[in-house]
């Protein structure tokens, strides 16, 4: 009785067709192009501290976006009818 063959690791880069995770969750945020500003401005100037103005201008879209969610799911909890213990 032989074991069987080990598969090797999906090494398969995923094409420029599919859609990156991260890049579809920030344009759910509505902050994508501000996102792709850092981007663009981290490729022409290779150093962070050059682009901190984009920075922290995708940063308070993040932030404003994350304080609106938190709102949200707080107003869907006060609807839920509470439960007894």
């Given at each position: 009785?032989?074991s ?66 938190r709102?949200e ?13």
């Amino acid at each position: 009785m032989t074991s069987p063959t080990p598969q090797p690791h999906n090494r398969r880069r995923p094409s420029e067709d599919e859609e990156d995770p991260v890049d579809h969750m920030i344009v759910k945020t509505g902050c994508a192009q501000l996102h792709y500003a850092v981007q663009d401005c981290m490729a022409e100037n290779q150093d962070w501290r050059k682009c901190q103005p984009q920075v922290q201008t995708f940063k308070n879209c993040m932030v404003a976006y994350q304080k609106t969610k938190r709102e949200e799911l707080t107003k869907h909890r006060q609807k839920l009818p509470q439960t007894q213990s």
